[in-house]
């Protein structure tokens, strides 16, 4: 009985909440917030590789160009890392335009992101491109490789491996990111949320759906760099696993005798 007086008396808060019309939730929010969703896995769809290759050029420009070039890399981390990503977007759509530079929404959201994103990506993988030891580079060009396949086949297979874990996590960011592209008029979930939450006043209702489906995107994404970090690592190198450690004794511990005079 008080269990079921607790169950009553928590279903009448939330109904008095939260809205429990199912037409309200099968016909009109969630049908809304599916489509800005795919919107928004568009957006990372695009975001994502390209802003890993970005950061990959960029990150090798910094460690092996001459210097004149790797202080053009630098220069290029320094801004979009600097720079605000919602100032940035607002620079692509509103004030390009000004220079007679016209983007769509998306098409501004794209770049926006994918120059925050690579920027930040670039300093991970630099990273892990000047943690692999000289001695690599020297072995394959013994073998009679140029210094760039050395640098494609021999070293960034290598520093990509380190730099999962930086780069899965500027991969999360990223999809989070992509709830600023409604400042720039792109219709995506949390764009789609807000015109229902102020339609039918329902805030609750729409931007915890969509907490929900963001959740679950950083949920998957989650897992999926678990796996490829476990999935890539070399055995013996990357991890050390010790089975069955050995026991070990604790040294008796004996009294001092005191010495009588004679």
């Not at 290598?158 to 008029?185: C, D, H, W």
Request: charged share 15%; proline share 6%.
């Amino acid at each position: 009985m008080v269990a079921e007086g607790i169950l009553e008396g928590v279903s009448s808060l939330l109904s008095g909440v939260i809205r429990t019309d199912p037409t309200f939730w099968t016909d009109i929010l969630f049908p809304a917030v599916w489509e800005g969703f795919l919107v928004t896995l568009q957006l990372i769809l695009w975001t994502a590789p390209l802003g890993l290759l970005v950061g990959i050029l960029i990150a090798v420009l910094r460690v092996y160009a001459p210097k004149p070039i790797q202080w053009l890399a630098k220069f290029y981390v320094i801004i979009f890392r600097g720079c605000p990503l919602l100032v940035l977007l607002f620079i692509l759509y509103f004030g390009l335009p000004s220079v007679g530079i016209l983007l769509e929404g998306f098409t501004a959201a794209v770049i926006g992101f994918i120059l925050c994103n690579s920027s930040y990506n670039s300093e991970y993988i630099r990273g892990a491109l000047q943690s692999i030891k000289g001695g690599q580079m020297i072995a394959a060009r013994s073998l009679g490789m140029t210094k760039m396949q050395a640098i494609i086949h021999i070293i960034i297979p290598q520093a990509m491996r380190r730099a999962i874990p930086g780069v899965s996590n500027e991969f999360i960011y990223m999809i989070k990111y992509t709830s600023l592209a409604y400042f720039v008029t792109v219709v995506e979930m949390t764009c789609a949320a807000k015109a229902i939450a102020i339609h039918y006043v329902a805030f609750i209702e729409a931007f915890g759906l969509v907490a929900l489906f963001y959740l679950a995107l950083v949920t998957l994404a989650t897992f999926g760099a678990n796996w490829l970090e476990k999935k890539l690592a070399i055995p013996g190198l990357t991890k050390i696993e010790v089975k069955n450690p050995p026991y070990r004794v604790k040294p008796k511990k004996y009294p001092l005798k005191k010495s009588t005079p004679k």
